[in-house]
């Protein structure tokens, strides 16, 4: 706690923060958190009907004619734990556990993303001594499922010159641009029959160990994806024993790389040993392939209770088939900047529904057109299939906008305080700037934050010095923007 004397309350609003539910779609009492701290500063603030919320802050004497600066952050979070953990994400509160320089949960996502970020305009809002010109301070929800907040903003909700983004997660980068995406919903028709009579031995098969991560920041790294992962080996085995397929679940965010898939399977007895000893051998094979980036890779294998029914022929071969064949991971880099990611796909979610089994593919690209042809192909392939898909949820990307004054001024200023340079960088991940554009066609942006590692897992941490760093920045930049 030594080194971040001047972000104390940054953290301790963080802190709040972590006391109230935040998951995406669950932002209501953290955003009446957000009105509540704004009129009690006396400030202007309107809450609209998705609990995005708007404070207003008027320039402190000598700065009323500075730009009007946007300060915007995301209040939710993605809601991710280990296995065995039993916290509940709709009541408990989130641990803020410090150790040394970093500060994690308890076996859960920290929500520093975006939380951190929305910590530190609360604390500018409350900073009676602070400079700047006037100020306007944009809560959005739900972005961490599918933007919503942001979408349902209308043009004159928000004016600004520019707006600082307070979103991205590694210290001295400046983020000027960003991928846009959208959903590929697959759904295979969800046909039971009665286990067929011999097969009374049952097997629980799951893939798990892996890292996960963020579905646009780590998918450079190629980790395993343990829906494809799983889906390989149960196309494998069927070529070598008989089996009905009972069940099949992974992943639990589109914008995180399944960590963990489990399926179930009948077989006839006399096979199980057999089995048990080929599962280990692809385990083998699997922590082979995927030992630099996922070395912790395991295929657990449990007996367990038959169950009465199984899918029906065509639902194991359809869903077992598109997880085989479809592309998961990075499709293409870009031409343009060295180590950008340009399009790429995560096999997100598989999960049974009422009368399907639904896969949910996220697609992002900074090239309309590169993924206008990955979103097509996974369609085709269902078509291919006989499978419906259709795609959905749909957000722009965020163009580079060169020559920017913000942005020269914002490179300008970091590099005059701090000894390590700062860099201008493109991301796979998107923002919510793409969808602000929208609705600020004139307004320059820029993102900055601290360094938060394996957000969207459960080992996320928030560099303690960086968030003092960066505070001090921002506070700085506020001072100085012309």
Known sequence: MNNISQATRVLDIFKDMSQIPRESGNEKAVSDYIVNFAKQLGLDVVQDDVWNVIVKKSATPGYENRPTVILQGHIDMVCVKDLDSNHDFTKDPIANIIEGKWMHADHTTLGADNGIGCAMILAILEDKEQQHGPIQALFTTNEETGMDGAFALKEGDVTGDYLLNLDTEEEHEFTVSCAGGCHVNVSIPLLRENNLPGYNAALSISVQGLQGGH???????????????????????????????????????????????????????????????????????????????????????EDIETPDVTYADDTAEALISYLYLAEDGVHSMSQTIEGLVETSNNLAIVEEGTHTIDILVSVRSSNMNSLEYLAKKLLLLADTLGLAAVRNGGYPAWEYERGSKLEEQAIALHNEMFDTPATVNAIHAGLECGLLKGILPNTQMISFGPTIL?????????????????????????????
């Open 215 to 301: 579905s646009g920041i780590e998918i450079i790294e190629q980790r395993a994806n343990a829906n494809q992962v799983l889906a390989r080996v149960l196309y494998d085995l069927e070529k070598q024993y008989s089996l009905n397929l009972a069940s099949f679940k992974g992943g639990v965010k589109h914008n995180a790389i399944p960590s963990k898939a489990v399926a179930t399977i009948t077989v006839r007895p006399e096979d199980v040993t057999a089995i048990k000893t080929l599962l280990a051998f692809y385990e083998k094979q699997y922590q082979q392939e995927f030992a630099v980036k996922d070395p912790g890779l395991v295929i657990l294998v």
């Open 454 to 482: 394996s957000p969207h897992t459960p080992v996320e941490r928030v560099h303690l010095p960086s968030v003092e760093r960066v505070y001090i920045y921002l506070k700085a930049l506020l001072e100085k923007l012309q």
